[in-house]
């Protein structure tokens, strides 16, 4: 319990110490107008309160991740708890800090025209492909679970194909209609009811303080076949939205429209994302004490998902409130992630098209192609969908990390902060995708996959972060110098 306090501590910490260092370098004005200032058109870029951009940013960033990801992550040991802590100071909030304040700096404009105005136009078109593949798929993802779950509680009836439609509808809804009506409703409602869960949870956890480990004890990996699943690059894969998710960047241009403050933004961003690392903490702790140890938790889950952890544990802790959260968790926060992934393909796409979403015919226009391509990717087996998944996120992730590292070495501000999380991250993600099974095989078989040697992966994903590391060099040595104080102010006159 003494470490629990520890990384908890560590994490709070982080968001006044890290997370103030990181809102100088990047300078936030309050003075100057934001988007929804300049461009409001009742749609897209609408006004909302702070605290409400908050719990959305934080749902949309959340969803399933820090608990899924984090029951599943801690199996690793407690090397999961140091990832998380230190993974979301260090680089899931400033990742999604940054990306979410350089929106905010130019109009809203999504992740792939950002990363593109600092990578390139070649870049720029391959993350636009990648952003658009990897919300199709997480919406296609996210119907699945919930309607699964909603099938079981409800009348024979309401079967998995009819929840399917109703939450395909519900997607449809909630990316053509004005982002107050549907998501600034219901969104901060299921935020607020994600961190009581989380809450109520780490109450219980204090209480049941006997039964924690403590991170220091026990390190190692406690997978059942370690060669098969090594901490490094598998971890921190697994554990994305609990601390680092290129998926975060997708979302943030949608809260940049709707922010009036660039002083709000640290909350905002690097505030969400410091709460999803608590709530994954939690989690991972949780889990681990729930079970009695990792021994117990390995048991537990070779029979069981995660889903039937959440709620057994909801339900043993916190009782019928803790069920109806469970339920409320399981079934909410996959839809929310779904819904907005969806959205944030309209955004890319009509940003990528150049086409104003103000009227619902160009909203029409540009949605219902993603929504056709939607459902046919939902006819692809489940599991091979969910594999992809993970390491095309973190591949956005790399891009986005490098395409920051550029903006602050061209605006001569201390570019190491994201420099050493995207040489991290280019290690860890081509690793996964050559040693992994669903890392290759999407060539060789979608369904069984294909992988490298752990020596070879690991070279090869070494030889990549040293390549995006001496082409980053290059671009230092061709920076053109500094324009002087002076020289600026005569050219604004």
């Known amino acids: 319990m003494i470490s629990f306090c520890i990384a908890l501590a560590v994490l709070i910490g982080g968001y006044f110490l890290y997370g103030g260092f990181v809102t100088r370098i990047f300078k936030a004005d309050p003075n100057r107008p934001t988007p929804v200032q300049t461009m409001a058109d009742g ?8 605290w409400k951009i908050f719990l959305i940013q934080f749902l949309n960033i959340a969803g399933l991740g820090p608990i899924f990801g984090a029951i599943m992550g ?11 802590v230190f993974g979301t100071i260090l680089g899931g909030a400033v990742h999604d800090y940054f990306s979410g304040m350089l929106s905010l700096r130019r109009n809203g404009i999504s992740i792939p025209e950002i990363i593109g105005k600092e990578l390139g136009k070649k870049i720029k078109m391959t993350v636009r492909v990648l952003s658009l593949f990897l919300m199709v798929l997480v919406g296609a993802v996210f119907v699945f679970n919930p309607a699964d779950l909603l099938s079981m509680l409800t009348p024979e009836s309401m079967d998995r194909t009819f929840w399917i439609w109703v939450i395909f509808a519900y997607y449809m809804a909630a990316t053509m209609l004005p982002i107050d009506k549907l998501i600034g409703k219901l969104y901060p409602v299921f935020g607020f009811a994600l961190l009581f869960m989380a809450l109520g949870i ?11 480990p403590e991170i220091w004890s026990q390190f190692y ?4 076949n370690p060669e098969a699943n090594p901490i490094f690059p598998m971890m921190f894969v697994s554990i994305a939205c609990g601390a680092i998710s290129g998926f975060h960047a997708t979302q943030s241009p949608m809260m940049a429209r709707c922010l009036r403050n660039e002083k709000h933004g640290r909350i905002v961003f690097y505030g969400a994302m410091v709460t999803e690392g608590i709530v994954a903490l939690i989690w991972a702790a949780g889990a681990v004490t729930f079970t009695r140890g990792y021994q117990g938790l390995q048991e537990f889950m070779s029979g069981a998902s995660p889903a039937v952890l959440v709620n057994d544990l909801s339900v043993g802790w916190l009782g019928a409130v ?7 968790g399981v079934v909410a926060a996959p839809i929310s992630t779904g819904d907005t992934a969806l959205r944030s393909a309209r955004l890319i796409a009509s940003d990528m098209l150049g086409v104003k979403q103000k009227k619902i015919a160009n ?15 939902m006819m692809i087996p489940y599991e091979a969908l969910w594999r992809y998944f993970a390491w095309c996120n973190q591949t956005l992730a790399v891009f986005t990390l490098w395409a920051i590292t550029v903006w602050l070495a061209r605006e001569r501000k ?4 994201t420099m050493i999380p995207a040489m991290f991250m280019t290690v860890v993600t081509v690793s996964y995708i050559f040693f992994a099974p669903e890392g290759l095989g999407l060539i060789t078989d979608p369904l069984i996959g294909y992988r490298f040697s752990y020596e070879l992966s690991v070279g090869l994903g070494l030889v990549a972060a040293a390549i995006c590391t001496y082409q980053f060099g290059r671009f230092l040595n061709r920076r053109p110098a500094p324009v002087p104080v002076r020289e600026k102010a005569e050219e604004r006159v």
């Open 43 to 50: 749609v897209d870029y609408v006004e909302l309160p702070t």
């Open 363 to 377: 909203r029409f226009s540009i949605a219902i192609p993603i929504f056709a391509l939607t459902f046919l990717v």
């Open 221 to 224: 990996n406690h997978k059942p």
């Open 414 to 417: 201390p570019y190491w902060v």
């Open 202 to 212: 780490m109450v219980m956890l204090f209480a049941h303080a006997g039964d924690m």
């Open 322 to 328: 803790g069920g109806v959260l469970a339920v409320l």
């Open 74 to 84: 801690v199996m690793y040991g407690p090397a999961a708890f140091l990832w998380i």
